[in-house]
């Protein structure tokens, strides 16, 4: 925009009027000035609200949720978990029995558990009772593979419900158990790093452990196969994953089944290439093994667990999906977010970020309705950063803003399960860590659990800019999903709404809720890191007080602390939070 004007030679006298031009100018100016304000401001348009003379103006976001339809409904088990096979490396794998982590998983049911991940195809199946028996000599590795035998006969209990072996493990064997992982976690990131995976062997006592805690905790297997057994033709040779299934059928054991993991990396770390269209003739394979076995006939089968679908990749996906699309219950994928080994703490605040899985969902979602329209898709192996982690940030509070946005936006884009890796292992991406204590993101999952429900709801703002301008993206700090509210919480009643926030400004954002929000109770469930690391800690507090377990071994209550009704909610700067709406009567929530 120009502005000409031809100013007087001299200047004007005091009682002279100013010259026409000045009124566009000052105009001028003034929008420019409301731009630049509201740039810096994060995008946000206050909203045209009488005020008193004198007063700032305040910019104050309505927010209301349509509900007599929802947007999405996507699986019971929508927040799900992953146990990698490493965990029989290092010797974990026979402490899943512990009754803190047996009481940790029960918070998440129900959910599916994956066993899978990198070490997926290079694991043997065995069927050998006690291998560890022909291993002599006493020693600290002797009796952490034996030690079991000793703790039946004196510390395991039955479970009331179900009958689990349930196991009060003594220190001494878990602090030798430490030591021993905390050796092994060196050699797993060598392998991981130089790209070649020693094989594992799985013996039939093993899968009973693996089984064990999966069914007491509630939670559905799925059993990741060895795909990188070949023969000669390149044909996949199912030899051992017969026996597994034979052996699996035998003990009546309820589990799903997958064959592989990242196929799109064999030549990488095998040196020998599968496309999409062997690929899905392994599975038309698979498929042909399971129906012939009575309790596996209707078993359900996903694949085929893709790494992040760039071009080679969707030219995988693509082929597999031509052959075998129809075969599997659900197509699968998986989304790492960072680099595990240049990750700063401020990374899990950009808004960039946040959103670069939108493009990966909208890529895999076009390849999948081309060939099987409405098919269901997940993601598997989800994690914020790779290559194990990074200690005191991947498993810290900051990381959770990645973890809750992956929920919101998976749900809203009708994503139907979404499986977090993991839930404990080596590393420092999981829930849980080696000292059997719930890490951040586990306490943000179990306010998940608890709280959301399937039916996803359609959020309505006022006050936030949502019309980008040409040539520039808008990326929203502050982000507010909705559901229906867990109808399995007895705590309210059927028709309530939850909301969660993510607000990543610096400053606290002020929210008033309208339309069939209005003048509502609310309980808030606000989540903000606990002690003097802030972003960085590994401990959280909810509405206040610090989440620990209680001293007997089981969660604690989440209480709630309730908003007066038409309050209008403040959000706290880097901060995220659940908010239930009570007695809202919302028709889509209901009914289920």
Request: aromatic fraction near 8%; include cysteine; proline fraction near 6%.
């Amino acid at each position: 925009m120009r502005v000409l004007c031809a100013f007087p030679e001299a200047m004007p006298s005091s009682n002279s009027r100013p010259p026409a031009c000045l009124a566009p100018v000052a105009l001028f100016l003034a929008l420019l000035l409301h731009l630049s304000l509201s740039s810096q401001a994060g995008d946000r348009r206050p909203l045209p609200v009488d005020r008193a003379p004198g007063l700032k103006e305040k910019t104050l976001i309505l927010l209301d949720v349509s509900t007599k339809n929802p947007v999405r409904t996507v699986n019971e088990n929508f927040l799900s978990l992953q146990l990698d096979p490493s965990i029989i490396h290092d010797g974990w794998l026979d402490f899943l029995s512990s009754k803190r982590l047996v009481t940790l998983a029960r918070g998440l049911s129900p959910a599916f558990l994956r066993f899978g991940g990198k070490r997926t195809d290079f694991l043997q199946f065995q069927n050998l009772r006690n291998p560890a028996k022909s291993r002599g000599g006493p020693g600290p590795d002797y009796y952490l593979k034996n030690y079991e035998d000793d703790i039946v006969r004196s510390d395991v209990a039955l479970d009331k419900q179900k009958g689990c072996k349930i196991a009060q493990h003594p220190d001494v064997m878990l602090e030798l158990q430490r030591e021993k992982a905390a050796q092994m976690h060196l050699v797993l990131l060598k392998e991981q790093f130089s790209n070649t995976y020693s094989n594992l062997i799985l013996t039939a006592r093993s899968l009973d452990k693996l089984y064990n805690f999966a069914d007491c905790s509630g939670l559905h297997l799925i059993f990741a196969l060895n795909a990188l057994r070949r023969n000669p033709n390149n044909s996949w040779n199912s030899s051992s994953a017969l026996s597994l299934l034979k052996y699996s059928a035998s003990k009546k054991y309820n589990i799903s089944w997958e064959l592989g993991n990242e196929p799109n990396n064999y030549r990488t770390m095998h040196g020998r290439a599968v496309n999409g269209s062997q690929l899905g003739k392994d599975y038309i394979q698979l498929k042909s093994l399971l129906q012939p076995i009575r309790i596996y006939s209707r078993a359900s089968l996903y694949g085929p667990n893709i790494g992040r679908p760039r071009k080679n990749v969707i030219a995988l996906l693509d082929g597999f999906m031509k052959v075998a699309g129809s075969t599997v219950d659900a197509v699968t994928w998986q989304h790492c977010y960072i680099d595990g080994r240049v990750v700063k703490v401020m990374d899990f605040l950009k808004t960039r970020l946040l959103d670069t899985l939108s493009d990966q969902i909208r890529k895999i979602q076009k390849v999948v309705n081309t060939y099987t329209p409405g098919k269901k898709i997940w993601l598997e192996g989800v994690v914020t950063t790779s290559a194990g982690g990074t200690n005191n940030l991947s498993d810290s509070y900051a990381a959770g803003f990645l973890w809750l946005n992956t929920l919101g936006m998976l749900a809203n884009q009708g994503i139907d399960v979404v499986i977090r890796h993991s839930f404990f292992d080596h590393g420092y991406n999981h829930l849980v860590d080696q000292n059997f204590n719930p890490l951040p993101d586990y306490w943000l999952s179990l306010l998940y659990k608890r709280l959301i429900g399937p039916k996803v709801l359609a959020v309505h703002v006022a006050g936030l800019q949502r019309k980008p301008r040409p040539g520039r993206v808008i990326r929203d700090k502050l982000r507010i999903y909705a559901h229906c509210t867990n109808h399995h919480n007895h705590n309210y009643v059927r028709g309530s709404i939850t909301l969660f926030i993510i607000n990543l400004h610096r400053s606290r954002k002020k929210i008033k809720l309208a339309g069939t929000l209005r003048d509502k109770l609310v309980h808030q469930y606000l989540l903000q890191p606990y002690g003097q690391e802030g972003l960085k800690s590994k401990s959280v507090q909810l509405n206040g007080q610090p989440l620990t377990m209680v001293d007997d071994g089981t969660l604690p209550d989440l209480k709630p602390r309730p908003l007066r009704a038409g309050r209008t909610l403040v959000i706290p700067p880097v901060t995220m939070g659940f908010y239930v709406v009570k007695n809202v009567n919302a028709l889509a929530c209901r009914y289920r």
